[in-house]
């Protein structure tokens, strides 16, 4: 019963550059979270999506930043022409249910930008 | 104001000893839930406890106890018999049913446990 999975751990990128981050959900779960956690801080909130629905993404900053979670395959979260500050970590949770309840958190994933 | 707070930056015990982390939160909402997490220096997030606001009792999970005190809006967490592997950062977290799509985070405390 495998867990939330995100790839990948580690990514480095220069600045300008893409960043992609994929996160499959707990099998089930159908309800998916982005949080970014910047260096010696605690986790905020950026986007909360459902199945080809986004949910509510008012944590995502207004441009560069997009995600998706398709019908079919992982959600994603694409940072566009990146810059030093999305250095972070990245982490992807999920849940079954819409309530006050548990989130999955994968392992999530570190972006270094050069 | 925040969401949750997390006074401790950092906290050192001795092995075998217990050791309480603090957290306080502010909500108006009725119904919400308090979780712990650790995250140790590999990355990853644990979960450790959860504490709905309707429960009467004090959740325990283990070693880890959850001190809930609803008028004073704090859920401190005790961990008995520190071991060294309890070495890590701690983040107290709120999820509320209103807004249940956000989990507020503490700044969180890192615990160093001694030999």
Redesign the interface.
């Known amino acids: 019963n495998a867990g939330v999975m995100q790839n990948p751990r580690h990514l480095v990128r220069r600045r300008g550059q893409e960043a992609r981050l994929r996160c499959s959900p707990m099998k089930g779960h159908s ?1 998916v ?1 982005w ?1 970014r956690q910047l260096p010696e ?5 950026m986007v ?1 999506l459902q199945k080809e629905n986004i ?2 993404e008012s ?1 995502m900053p207004k441009e560069r930043f997009s995600a998706e979670f398709p019908k079919e395959g992982p959600s994603i979260l694409r940072i566009q022409q990146v810059v030093r500050g999305d250095s972070a ?1 990245y ?1 992807c ?1 999920s849940s079954g249910s ?11 994933s ?1 972006l270094t930008v050069l | 104001a925040q969401k949750i707070t997390q006074t401790q930056p950092g906290m050192f015990v001795q092995e075998k000893e217990a050791v309480t982390l603090d957290c306080t939160y502010d909500t108006s909402d009725p119904s919400y839930g308090l979780f712990w997490y650790k995250q140790p220096s590999s990355g990853e997030m644990i979960f450790l406890i959860y504490q709905g606001s309707y429960d009467q009792q004090n959740a325990t999970e283990g070693r880890y106890s959850l001190n809930f005190q609803k008028a004073r809006k704090s859920a401190n967490l005790v961990i008995s018999a520190s071991q060294l592997g309890d070495s890590a950062m701690y983040f107290c977290a709120m999820r509320e049913a209103y807004n249940f799509n956000k989990f507020y985070f503490g700044s969180g405390t890192k615990l160093n446990v001694k030999p």
Request: glycine content about 18%; hydrophobic content about 35%; overall charge negative.
């Open positions: 309800h979270y949080y801080e605690g986790l905020k909130f909360y949910i509510d944590g970590a982490f949770a819409v309530d006050t309840g548990e989130l999955f958190f994968g392992e999530g570190r």
